[in-house]
């Protein structure tokens, strides 16, 4: 049986972010985002999908919201 991760850690409204799970043995890796900044959000599956995931949330959101670049 998968275990599941507590709601608390994933990306909300109230707390945005970035949060990345690594793969095991059984699971591809996850990630999911929410930015704070314009409210967009993505999910992604698999090492490709969350890498392309981590460079979109790095280059357009989160911190590029907060350094006034968008």
Do not use: F, I
Not at 33 to 59: F, I, M, P
């Amino acid at each position: 049986m998968a275990r599941k991760l507590p709601a608390d850690l994933y990306p909300t409204e109230e707390s945005p972010g970035l949060r990345v799970r690594g793969g095991t043995k059984y699971t591809s890796s996850q990630g999911d985002y929410r930015c704070g900044g314009c409210g967009a959000e993505d999910h992604a599956n698999g090492d490709a999908d969350v890498k392309a995931l981590v460079e979109d949330y790095s280059a357009n959101h989160g911190t590029a919201h907060r350094k006034g670049d968008r």
